[in-house]
Nanobody, 130 residues
Framework: QVQLVESGGGSVQAGGSLRLSCVVS????????MAWFRQAPGKEREAVAT???????NYADSLKVRFTISQDNARTTLYLQMNDLKPEDTAMYYC????????????????????????WGQGTQVTVSS
């Protein structure tokens, strides 16, 4: 089990940038996949990006140009750099950890499906005004 605490959210005008952080504590070796999800008002939670212990990343297609997921070498902090923010990026942003990878044939990857994620932070709010 790991504990996750997000920070870095806030209010920003369209075109601006924010960098979210998620401090990870506990047995990080048991969680080979980390991810950012977001949930806008009235909408379902959706995956933003995932990252594995090998650094391989997996993005939602619509966000890969503007958003970048990363982690420090010790995997104690997860980041999400968000550039050129748009009002539709307004949402609560959550970091999450999964205890397993998924497989496509012999290829292991970190899923963007939330049911595979065991641990969640409390979220940090991002509000983008036009």
């Amino acid at each position: 089990q790991v504990q996750l605490v997000e920070s870095g959210g806030g209010s920003v005008q369209a075109g601006g940038s924010l960098r979210l952080s998620c401090v990870v504590s506990g047995n990080t070796q048991s969680r080979p996949c980390m991810a950012w999800f977001r949930q806008a008002p009235g909408k379902e939670r959706e995956a933003v990006a995932t990252i594995g212990t090998d650094g391989f990343t997996n993005y939602a297609d619509s966000l890969k140009v503007r958003f970048t997921i990363s982690q420090d070498n010790a995997r104690t902090t997860l980041y999400l750099q968000m550039n050129d923010l748009k009002p539709e990026d307004t949402a609560m942003y959550y970091c999450a950890a999964a205890d397993s990878r998924q497989y496509a044939g012999r290829l292991a990857y970190c899923s963007r499906t939330e049911l595979y994620y065991n641990d969640w932070g409390q979220g940090t709010q991002v509000t983008v005004s036009s």
